[in-house]
């Protein structure tokens, strides 16, 4: 098992679509950054709150302007997670930033390419109905 830690930021994607007539504001969240910061606990939690602070979302990052400084509003769970409202002008953006432990890894595995045998006789294969 490793130890090492990450900082992981998601994002609330929001997409509005029309139905009947009505507007639906659909939410859904997406990881945008994992980052590895290392084995220290101590060191993970206060690069989770720097994220926090200061990531900007790539919904406001593609309209800011040399200078700005969108408004953020910070909250912190009571299991560590950190929540924040970030506005800029008429712009709205949520963020999510949690620390995880990596406790599994492993590398993709590809099978051995099929023979010659093999790939002229898949096309006569057909699945067994039953």
Known sequence: MTADWYVLIEEDTRTTQR?????????????????????????????AEDAALHFLPGTLARHTRPGDEPARHALITQDGSWVVLVKQR?????????????????????????SLKESSAAPWKAPCLQ
Request: net charge negative; proline share 4%.
């Open 19 to 47: 139905v009947d007539g009505t507007d639906l504001k659909l939410h859904r969240w997406m990881l945008t950054g994992t980052h590895r910061i290392g084995q220290d606990q101590a060191e993970v939690t206060a690069a």
């Open 90 to 114: 008429h712009r709205e953006c949520h963020i999510r930033v949690t620390t995880a432990q990596l406790v599994h890894s492993r590398e993709e595995k590809e099978a051995p390419p099929n």
